[in-house]
């Protein structure tokens, strides 16, 4: 079955620049996640988009911005890179919430590094 | 506050052996109630989902309770692997769907 995909699985940048993670949805979900998760911790929600609007906000920092495009996939930018910034970074899909249950399939994840 | 606590922080037992882990949520509305097992490095795998109207449900060797009147639910393993060794994480959404709070997770080893 096909999964959540991530491009690219590991990206390496140096503080200050720029970086843009990829994500494409399993086919038929229209909600889309991302995450980040710190060494040693836990995932921490960052933001999220249901047919290409943005649904919800957690604790994504202002130099983050991210949008969900026609087909789906969603692309995370992020500017002015810090070294805080190194961590993984996963995206989850899943079809629209709803009060019956609903299940988040996660991607592999992108592992940044920032030197 | 939404919040979701896991215990033990971190458990260690003998291949063969059963183990439990245990979730407290304070996340309302609730939704549904995820466990994940990750291992380092990569995503979160689904093991169970629950909804408020379903008190247990069983993925091979795991079992996962849920009393949405207490607010908790818990994971049992039976007969332990090697490869059962990893963060297992309970995740807590609320109506609506779109928030969603993970626990700090429980890191199992299972050592032979």
């Known amino acids: 079955a096909a999964g959540v995909i991530q491009s690219p699985r590991h990206l390496i940048k140096e503080k200050r620049e720029t970086a843009t993670l990829k994500c494409y949805p399993i086919p038929r979900h229209d909600t889309v996640y991302w995450y980040q998760q710190g060494p040693g911790q836990d995932p921490q929600f960052l933001i999220s988009f249901y047919e290409k609007m943005q649904s919800d906000k957690g604790s994504i920092p202002d130099r983050f911005s991210a949008q969900q495009f026609s087909d789906y996939h969603s692309e995370l930018n992020m500017s002015s890179l810090e070294l805080g910034d190194s961590a993984l970074y996963f995206c989850?899909?899943?079809?629209?919430?709803?009060?019956?249950?609903?299940?988040?399939?996660f991607g592999p994840g992108t592992r940044l590094t920032v030197t | 506050k939404n919040q979701v606590e896991q215990s033990p922080q971190s458990l260690i037992i003998l291949e063969g052996k059963n183990c439990t882990l245990q979730c407290n949520y304070t996340v309302s509305p609730f939704s549904n109630l995820r466990w994940y097992k990750q291992d380092t490095g990569r995503g979160p795998v689904s093991l169970t989902i629950m909804t408020f109207s379903e008190n247990t449900k069983s993925n091979g060797r795991y079992t996962a309770t849920l009393d949405a009147d207490t607010k908790q639910s818990s994971l049992h393993i039976t007969a332990s692997q090697l490869s059962d060794s990893a963060s297992y994480i309970c995740v807590v959404s609320n109506t609506g769907g779109f928030k969603t709070i993970f626990g700090a997770g429980t890191r199992l080893f299972v050592k032979a």
């Open positions: 989850a899909s899943s079809v629209k919430p709803g009060t019956s249950g609903y299940e988040q399939y």
